[in-house]
């Protein structure tokens, strides 16, 4: 399949005609069901803790949010978690936090070790910018796969919506990314759409980006405003170049997705289902995603990892997210997936 172009690529992005975009959502659903096929793979997301080192201006979790209670999961509630996962059927757990150090990087290789022992989950890690001495010793642990979006491919944006860390280096995920291939691990990443100074240009080069990398995953989510944080202040920018953080837009993300890297493992969203909480998440699955994290972090932690604000599923406990997304799913007619669902198992299949 020969990959679009940068300009039809920005003729999507900027579509507006109802029939025309149908034609968009059947191709990408239709490449989605000849590539990955029809069934959904779950991935238990266990959120392990919401301190965090960084000021990212658009994230919930921000170090300088002093009004955030803060809470670090012990490995035994993360290995009760993980458990709960297999019961639920799910082939993966996804263990993601800010950028904490008090998770140092032997109890994190330690919890891996023994979901790993205990269980026949594929572990996938999303812990931010830690070291890549950090990142073999989680990956000879066991670790499967690292997860780190680079959240827009415009290096200037970036650098102003994430400010240097505590080392006093601005970060190239972009690098980072390929070291952790490089390390071993499958590879995810993705970005928001409509961050305020994002150009439809942005969001064409970054699925020429997704496309360069060969990711193994890529999630995408609409931005959305948190008033706790800098951006979140920031009056929305409106002009002709500024993508809108909307629904709309982040399916059409999600759709050229499908189309630029067909084989990629592309989730369906939380904060897809956060902007439509009856609908976001199958409309997702149905216009080029075919992976869904439902959340199994403890009822008591869930409200605290403030992300952003309205986050769906945080009323909910694990049985009740796996009960509501199996509905979901049965009432569209997709299966749920089997196994651990790795993208690179499906290459080589
Ligand atoms: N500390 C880890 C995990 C961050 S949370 C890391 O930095 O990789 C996972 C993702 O949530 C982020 O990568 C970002 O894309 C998304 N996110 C954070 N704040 C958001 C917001 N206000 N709106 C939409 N998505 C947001």
Redesign the pocket.
């Known amino acids: 399949m020969q990959p679009l172009t940068q300009q039809e690529l920005l003729a999507w992005l900027k579509e507006t005609d109802e029939s025309r975009l149908q034609r968009l959502w059947a191709e990408a659903d239709r490449v989605r069901r000849e590539y990955v096929g029809d069934a959904v793979h779950l991935r238990g997301l266990i959120e392990i803790s919401n301190f965090?080192v960084?000021r990212?201006v658009?994230?919930?979790?921000r170090v300088e949010r002093s009004a955030l209670a803060r809470y670090r999961m012990t490995s035994d509630e993360v290995l009760a978690s993980a458990h709960d996962a297999v019961k639920f059927g799910y082939g993966t757990v996804v263990l993601?936090?800010?950028?904490d150090p008090g998770w140092r990087a032997e109890e994190i290789a330690d919890v891996v070790r023994r979901i790993k022992s205990a269980t026949a989950l594929a572990v996938t890690l999303?812990?931010?910018?830690r070291s890549p001495d950090e990142w073999r010793l989680w990956r000879a642990a066991g670790a499967d796969r690292y997860?780190?979006?680079f959240?827009t491919s415009n290096r200037k944006l970036y650098d102003l919506i994430h400010p240097v860390g505590p080392n006093g280096k601005l970060s190239d995920r972009i690098a980072m990314l390929r070291e952790l291939r490089a390390i071993g691990y499958e590879i995810g990443s993705?970005?928001?759409a409509g961050i305020p100074g994002q150009t439809y240009d942005d969001l064409a080069h970054d699925l020429e980006t997704f496309r360069e990398l060969d990711l193994d995953m890529i999630g995408i989510?609409?931005?959305?405003?948190?008033p706790d944080?800098p951006?979140?202040k920031v009056a929305a920018v409106a002009g002709p170049d500024q993508p809108p953080a909307d629904e709309l837009m982040a399916l059409k993300m999600v759709a050229l997705t499908r189309l630029m890297c067909p084989r990629a493992n592309i989730p369906s969203t939380t904060?897809l289902a956060t902007l439509n909480l009856a609908q976001g998440r199958e409309l997702g699955l149905q216009r080029g995603a075919n992976i869904v994290m439902p959340n199994v972090t403890p009822l008591k932690y869930r409200a605290l990892y403030e992300?952003?604000p309205g986050k769906a599923c945080i009323q909910e406990d694990g049985a009740q997210c796996s009960f509501c997304l199996r509905g979901r799913l049965a009432a569209i007619g997709r299966p749920v997936g089997q196994g651990r669902g790795s993208a690179r198992a499906v290459h080589v299949s």
Do not use: N
């Open positions: 965090c960084r990212c658009y994230c919930g979790l993601q936090a800010g950028e999303s812990l931010g910018e997860l780190l979006r959240e993705g970005v928001m989510g609409p931005f959305i405003p948190h944080t951006l979140g904060a992300i952003y």
